[in-house]
Nanobody, 121 residues
Framework: QVQLVESGGGLVQAGGSLMLSCAAS????????MGWYRQATGKQRDLVAS???????NYADSVKGRFTISRDNAKKTVYLQMNSLKPEDTAVYYC???????????????WGQGTQVTVSS
């Protein structure tokens, strides 16, 4: 059974920083892209940032220059360093991993349980 366990959310003042972590565990053959999504109350879940197994990154325009995504392939962990946080960054942040359980199976998306990030003004 695959699990994605997130940590690092919390309450921070505007202008502050937080780092989110997400560790994948279970019988995983390989992990392709990993990423972070967020969902504010009453809104859809949107991509924040993603990173391929080779380290190529992609960011939402709203976080470019403020957030940095990284991963440790050996630890099966993805990180999101969030700086210069704004109240509009308030949301539940979800970790996502596209991974294979064996070489003969296709890759599927797995999700973490979500971690709340609240930025006060």
């Amino acid at each position: 059974q695959v699990q994605l366990v997130e940590s690092g959310g919390g309450l921070v003042q505007a202008g502050g920083s937080l780092m989110l972590s997400c560790a994948a565990s279970g019988r995983i053959f390989s992990i392709n892209a990993m990423g972070w999504y967020r969902q504010a109350t009453g809104k859809q879940r949107d991509l924040v940032a993603s990173i391929t197994s080779g380290g190529n990154t992609n960011y939402a325009d709203s976080v470019k220059g403020r957030f940095t995504i990284s991963r440790d392939n050996a630890k099966k962990t993805v990180y999101l360093q969030m700086n210069s946080l704004k109240p509009e960054d308030t949301a539940v942040y979800y970790c996502n991993a596209n991974l294979k359980l064996s070489p003969s199976l296709r890759a599927y998306d797995y999700w973490g349980q979500g971690t709340q990030v609240t930025v006060s003004s």
